[in-house]
C-alpha cells in the first residue's frame, strides 16, 4: 500500500526505557491575546514575546540559537466567556477569548519518543537511524484538534545539532504491513523520532557520524 500523506504532528509511542508514555506532562501558561492556533502535537517554545508564556515553535524557530523546544502540546485549558466557565480543548484557537491566562500541558521528557510522517519528498528509512531531521509546522485541524506537523525530509543530516529531532527507527518495524505510513520505498513513511536538545536537556547532541 502506498503510504498516505496526512500528517497527524508528534504523537507519542513511547518512553526510550520502554515504561508507559504516560510520563513527562508538564504545565505551562499561554497568553490568551496569542494570536495562532496551537494543536496537540504541535512544539512549543517559551515565547520571545511574553516571557513565561509558550507558544508555537516553528521549524525556524526551533532550530534557532540558543532557542529549544519545551515539548509537544498535550492540550488546555482556559475559561470561555462564551459559556461563563472553563473548557477543555485539544487545541488552543487563536487569541482564546479570555482575559485569564491559559493552562497547557506539555509533553517536556526529552527521553519521550514520538511518531511522526515525513514529508512526500525523500525516502527516509532505517539506513538513517541515528541522523537529525527537522520538521515543518503544517495545517492543524480544528476539528479533531491535532496538529498537521510533518517531519522535513530535504532537512536531515548526520551532525546538526540544529535539527530538533533524532531518527530512531521506522514505522514499518512496527506497523502491521499494507498500513499507511509503513511503505519504505518511497515518501511519506512514519518514523519514530526522539528529541535532540528540550530545555530539560542539559546539552544538544549532534547526530552519529558515518
Not at 530512531?168 to 509503513?182: E, L, M, V
Request: proline share 5%.
Amino acid at each position: 500500500m502506498a503510504n498516505t500523506f496526512s500528517p497527524f504532528g508528534f504523537r507519542s509511542f513511547g518512553h526510550q526505557d520502554g515504561s508507559a508514555p504516560t510520563m513527562g506532562l508538564s504545565r505551562f501558561f499561554m497568553n490568551s491575546s496569542y494570536a495562532t492556533n496551537v494543536f496537540t502535537g504541535d512544539v512549543v517554545s517559551i515565547s520571545s514575546g511574553v516571557p513565561g508564556t509558550i507558544e508555537l515553535s516553528t521549524s525556524a524557530l526551533a532550530v534557532a540559537a540558543g532557542i529549544k523546544p519545551v515539548g509537544v502540546f498535550a492540550g488546555c485549558e482556559y475559561y470561555n466567556s462564551n459559556v461563563a466557565r472553563v473548557v477543555w480543548s485539544s487545541y488552543f484557537p487563536a487569541s482564546a477569548g479570555s482575559s485569564s491566562p491559559v493552562t497547557a500541558y506539555v509533553i517536556s521528557d526529552p527521553e519521550m519518543q514520538f511518531l511522526a510522517q515525513a514529508s512526500s519528498g525523500s525516502v527516509v528509512g532505517t539506513s538513517l537511524v541515528g541522523w537529525n531531521i527537522g520538521y515543518t509546522i503544517g495545517t492543524g485541524n480544528t476539528t479533531t484538534g491535532l496538529s498537521g506537523a510533518y517531519l522535513n525530509s530535504s532537512n536531515i543530516g548526520t551532525a546538526s545539532s540544529s535539527f530538533p529531532w533524532r531518527v530512531i527507527d521506522s514505522y514499518s518495524n512496527f506497523g502491521p504491513p499494507g498500513a499507511n505510513g509503513t511503505s519504505t520505498s518511497e515518501g511519506g513513511g512514519w518514523l519514530v523520532v526522539q528529541p535532540t536538545g528540550w530545555m530539560r536537556n542539559t546539552v544538544s547532541l549532534t547526530g552519529v557520524t558515518t
